[in-house]
């Protein structure tokens, strides 16, 4: 059974730092490649940030040079870490895992984050 569990969500004002975990079970995580996605309320889910088996990464614009996305194949957990953040930032955050050439795309639960004085 394959599970990506997020940690790490919670309230933090403007400006402050939170770092969110994505452990994963059930899959040859290596192989796979992992992304961060988020959902405001009313909004679309986006891509935030996605990183392929061999470490390149990429960004969306909205949080480059602020988030850096990471990963831990031996102890199969992804990582986002989240600087100088924005009220804008405010939303659940996925954890997604896929591999594209099987049909392998799958979900974490969502963690929520919210930045607010």
């Known amino acids: 059974q394959v599970q990506l569990v997020e940690s790490g969500g919670g309230l933090v004002q403007p400006g402050g730092s939170l770092r969110l975990s994505c452990a994963a079970s059930?899959?040859?995580?290596?192989?796979?490649?992992m992304g961060w996605y988020r959902q405001a309320p009313g909004k679309q889910r986006e891509l935030v940030a996605a990183?392929?088996?061999?470490?390149?990464?990429n960004y969306s614009d909205s949080v480059k040079g602020r988030f850096t996305i990471s990963r831990d194949n031996g102890k199969k957990t992804g990582y986002l870490q989240m600087n100088s953040l924005k009220p804008e930032d405010t939303a659940v955050y996925y954890c997604?895992?896929?591999?594209?050439?099987?049909?392998?795309?799958?979900w974490g639960q969502g963690t929520q984050v919210t930045v607010s004085s």
């Open positions: 990183i392929i088996t061999g470490g390149m990464t």
């Open positions: 997604n895992a896929r591999w594209r050439e099987v049909g392998d795309d799958y």
């Open positions: 059930g899959i040859m995580f290596s192989i796979y490649t």
